[in-house]
C-alpha cells in the first residue's frame, strides 16, 4: 500500500530543489556596458552569482562599447561598480578569477569591423576559456539599437550556435511604447533569434516575493478559494517610489510611468495574482495561464473617472527640500510626462467579473513600497449592535513585496472587556523574521536562469503585446486630453486619484 508520502509527493526523491543550480559552460556579451543598469545591478549580480558559486569556472564576460578601453581600464571599471554594488562580501580569490574572463571590444553598433573582432574574439575566449561556444547577448541598450545589433549578431554567424551549443538574447525594457512598437520590435528580434532563444527582462519576476504570490496561492488550501468575485471587492497593486527623476531626463521624458512601470511590472503582478493555477511551473504552462488572464483584463472606462495621473512639484521628502519634475537636470521645462500614474482594470471572466484591479505607481510619493491588497467585501450578516463594529474595517491579504517583505492578514478581533467590541488586528509574517537565507537580487535570479535556460520568469512576446494592448487605450485617452495634475513631491499623489477610488465609495491604503 502506498504511504500518502508517495502519493503526494512523487518526485521528492527524485530531484532535490534545494541543490544550487550552477550554470554550465557559457560566456555573456554585454552591450550597454556603461549604462546606469550595467553599472548598479548587472555587474553585481554576475559578481554575486560568481561569489556564490553559481556560475563555471571559466564564465567570461564581454563587453562591447565605444569608450577606448583596455583590457585592465574594463577590469577597473568592473571591479568599482562590483564594490559599489554587490550584495555579497568582497573575495580576492573570486574577483581574480572572474577578472581573468573579462574582455573589452571596442565599437559601434553599426560598425560591421567591430562586430567581426567580436566574433573573432568569442571564438578565441570558446578555446581559451571553455565556454563551449555558449553565448548569451545581453541587450541592455535602447529599443532603436536592438535591429542593429540583432542583424550584426546574424551577419556574423554568433547569433546561431552550431552542434550542441547555444545562443541566446536577453533584452532590457522598454519593449517598445505601445503595441504596434513592440510587435515590430518582437519581429526584428523573431527574425535573428527563435522565441525560444528570448530572454525578456522583467525583474519584478526575479524579486522573490513576487514568485512567492505562487507559493501563497498554490501550496496552500486556505487562500484560493476566496480569490475569487464572490468574496474580493477589490485588488490594489501599488508601486510607490520615494526617489525623483534626476539624472534619468534622457530615458523618462516623454515615456512616463504608466509605460515605464505599468505596462511591465504591475501588469505582470495583475497577472499572477488573477491567474488561474497553471498545470505545473513549466515555462509553456505559466505562461499559458498569464496570457489567458491578460487576454480577458481591459481598463475600465469612461477613463475621465477610472484613472488618473500627476506630476511631481516641488516639496518635502522626509526632511529633504526637492525640486519638481520640470526643474529636474535634463527635463523639458513644459514637461507633460507624468510621474504618477492610476488606473482601474477588470478582468472579464467567471472568477473576476465586477471585481476592480485599481494599479498606481508614482516617484516622490510618501514613502517606497511594492504591495498587493486584496480586499474582502464584508461579511453578509454581522450578529454585532452598529456600534461594536465602528472600528472594523474591511478584512485584507496584504502581499509586500518590498521593502520588508511578507504577508499581512487584517481581520477582526474581540476587543478585550465585557462588551463585544470587534476592532481590526493584524497578522504579519515577516521574510526576515521565518527565514535565515538570504534573497538574491532579481538579476542573479534572472542572469542565472537564462544561463540555465529557463525561462519561466521571462515574459513571452505575446505577454508583452497584451499588455500593451491593455495600456493602449488610456495612454491614447491621455494623449488628447488635458495633462498631469500636480501633486507635491513627499505625498501620495494628485488628488484625482482619491476622486478616483472615491467614485467608487473605497479608499487607497495608506501603507
Ligand atoms: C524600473 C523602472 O523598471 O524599476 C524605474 O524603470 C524604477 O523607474 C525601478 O525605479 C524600480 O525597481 P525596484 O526594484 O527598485 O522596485
Known sequence: MPTSETWSNPLRAEHDKRLPRIAGPSGMVLFGITGDLARRKLLPAIYDLANRGLLPAGFTLVGFGRREWSKQDF?????EAVRAGARTAFNEHVWARLAEGLHFVRGNFDDDAAFDRLAATLTELDSTRGTGANWAFYLSIPPESFSNVCHQLQRTGMAEGHGDSWRRVVIEKPFGHNQDSARELNEVVNAVFPEEAVFRIDHYLGKETVQNILALRFANQMFEPLLNAHYVDHVQITMAEDIGLGGRAGYYDGIGAARDVIQNHLIQLLALVAMDEPVSFSPRELQNEKVKVLRATSPITP???????????????????????????GFDPESQTETYAAMTLGIQSRRWAGVPFYLRTGKRLGRRVTEIAIVFKEAPHQPFGALDTASLGENAMVIRVQPDEGMLMRFGSKVPGSTMEVRDVNM?????????????????????????DQSSLFPTNEEVELSWAILDPILEYWAHHGSPD??????WGPRSADDMLARDGRTWRRP
Request: without cysteine.
Open 75 to 79: 577590469e577597473d571599471y568592473v571591479l
Open 428 to 452: 504579519d509574517f515577516s521574510y526576515s523574521e521565518v527565514f535565515t537565507e538570504q534573497s538574491p537580487e532579481a538579476y542573479e535570479r534572472l542572469i542565472l536562469d537564462a544561463l540555465l
Open 486 to 491: 500636480e501633486y507635491p513631491a513627499g505625498t
Open 303 to 329: 477613463f475621465s473617472e477610472t484613472t488618473a495621473r500627476g506630476q511631481y512639484t516641488a516639496g518635502w521628502q522626509g526632511s529633504e527640500q526637492v525640486v519638481g519634475l520640470r526643474e529636474e537636470e
